[in-house]
């Protein structure tokens, strides 16, 4: 499983890609503005950071990952599903699936 996130995120940064990247890290939001989630690989958390098109930041919100999952390195949103975020978990090679709340 671990190897297939590895391959989709490596194709998901090719130059070829970009598009398709783009709405995998930010999500539009009903009101203009723009998600964007990130993750805290050293403290075993994840951030949804709220920005206008202009990128002023509106919210910042920082919240630890599921039990089981350690370092995650990578996050991007669910597509198809714009308010679940998908995240590796290096540490512990598990991939989890949350709500965002947004």
């Known amino acids: 499983m671990r190897r297939s996130l590895a391959l989709a995120l490596y194709l998901a940064v090719s130059a070829r890609w970009t598009g398709y990247v783009e709405r995998m890290l930010e999500k539009r939001l009903a009101s203009g503005n723009i998600a964007v989630v990130s993750t805290g690989?050293?403290?075993?958390?994840?951030?949804?950071?709220?920005?206008?098109?202009?990128?002023i930041e509106v919210s910042n919100v920082t919240s630890a990952v599921p039990?089981?999952?350690t370092s995650?390195?990578?996050?991007?949103?669910?597509?198809?599903?714009?308010n679940k975020v998908l995240f590796s978990c290096n540490g512990s090679d598990n991939i989890f699936v949350v709500d965002s709340g947004l």
């Open 41 to 55: 690989f050293n403290d075993n958390t994840y951030t949804i950071t709220v920005v206008t098109p202009a990128g």
């Open 67 to 69: 039990g089981g999952c």
């Open 72 to 82: 995650p390195p990578h996050a991007i949103w669910v597509l198809g599903d714009e």
